[in-house]
């Protein structure tokens, strides 16, 4: 496989490079039944979490995925940076170049800094969230998750539920699902569907079509209230009552045998009731502890400066 410098989405990964992260995911997740969880693979390697969006699981993730691999991790606060003196992207991007840094993990709220910023470093960008546009780690988990929990994935029925216009999850994870076999639905309300459904994305309207696509996992994604400049339904209790996983839908999933995934981090009584957290067949947590598999196998993957002249 050619070396790959950098990880922007999936869109541009082959099959072999998914089925690569996915298959050494495994061996990494074997690793943290062992007393000591850590092996030397990236020592003497640096790696800099470069976030200017908020983040809780995708930052520590990547940072315990660091440390597993024994890489030196340094810690940039964008907001007590030059950054809040107006100092721009490719300003900061340079000043870390010159410090030889190799591994820069980006999640910013405009899509598309992370490729601009891996055009212009040696280092390995790695997208942890771009705007609307991609999350290529989080899909990466996603699949490994559903792969880890059923047999087989060809054929498999996952629908999506929520804010998909404006979630970067929904566009990655759909798409490696698919990419792996896997069908694919949306619920959304009107206004949060987006525009651009790919041809082989079931579209639904109404829970009543979800039970009567027979899904056998449900993924549920967070109202992007910071991402609306206007409200895009009249209020959270009826976007629960219509769109969200209350009790009533979370005992027909039970009595169905179905998976419950989400992203995180989950509003409660908007996106789903509080019993889905503690519901037997809820991947939640499962989602989190493979996140940190899966970002060692994408680090122990990328060669920083691959493919970049000397
Ligand atoms: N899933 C996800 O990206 O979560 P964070 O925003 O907490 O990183």
Same mark, same amino acid.
């Given at each position: 496989m ?6 922007l ?10 089925q690569?992260?996915?298959d050494?995911?495994v ?9 000591v969880k850590?092996?030397?693979?990236l020592?003497g ?14 930052r ?17 606060d964008?907001?007590?940076?030059? @950054?809040t003196?107006?100092?721009? %992207? $490719?300003d /900061?991007?340079?000043?870390?170049? !010159?410090?030889?840094?190799?591994? *820069? ?11 601009l ?15 609307f546009?991609?999350h290529?780690?989080q ?10 929990t059923v047999?087989?994935v ?32 949306y ?9 651009? @459904?790919?041809?082989?994305v079931k %579209? $639904?309207? /109404?829970?009543d079509?979800l039970? !009567?696509?027979q899904?056998?996992? *449900? ?23 219509v ?45 989190v ?10 680090l ?8 970049v002249?000397?």
């Open positions: 050619t070396p790959r410098k950098d990880l989405d999936i869109a541009s990964l082959t099959d072999e490079e998914i690569f992260v996915l050494n995911a061996p990494f997740k074997d690793l943290f039944k062992r007393s850590k092996v030397p693979t020592k390697q640096t790696v800099l979490p470069l976030f200017y969006e908020a983040s809780t699981r995708t520590s993730s990547f940072e315990v995925a660091a440390t597993r691999l024994s890489a030196d991790i340094i810690q940039f964008v907001d007590s940076s030059s @950054v003196k107006g100092e721009s %992207v $490719l /900061t991007v340079e000043t870390l170049e !010159a410090m030889k840094v190799d591994y *820069i993990v980006v999640r910013h709220k405009q899509s598309g800094i992370p490729n910023i891996a055009r212009n470093t040696r280092a390995s960008v790695i997208n942890a969230g771009d705007g546009h991609a290529p780690t899909a990466l988990l996603d699949a490994f998750t559903i792969k880890e047999s087989s060809i054929g498999r029925k996952v629908v999506i539920v929520g804010d998909i216009k404006h979630s970067r999850v929904a566009r990655s994870t759909s798409l490696i699902l698919r990419r792996l076999g896997m069908k694919v639905a619920l959304a309300p009107g206004s949060l569907m987006p525009r651009d @459904v790919p041809d082989e %579209v $639904l309207n /109404t829970w079509e039970w !009567a696509w899904p056998e996992i *449900i993924y549920l994604l967070r109202v992007q209230m910071e991402r609306q400049r206007e409200p895009f339904f009249p209020s959270v209790s009826e976007y629960h009552k769109y969200g996983m209350t009790d009533d839908r979370l005992a027909r999933a039970r009595a169905e045998g179905l998976y419950v995934m989400h992203p995180g981090p989950v509003n409660r009584g908007v996106e789903l009731t509080d019993n889905v957290m503690t519901y037997e067949r809820s991947l939640i947590n499962q989602q502890e493979n996140g940190i598999a899966v970002r060692m196998s994408v122990y993957w990328l060669r920083p400066g691959a493919g002249e000397a």
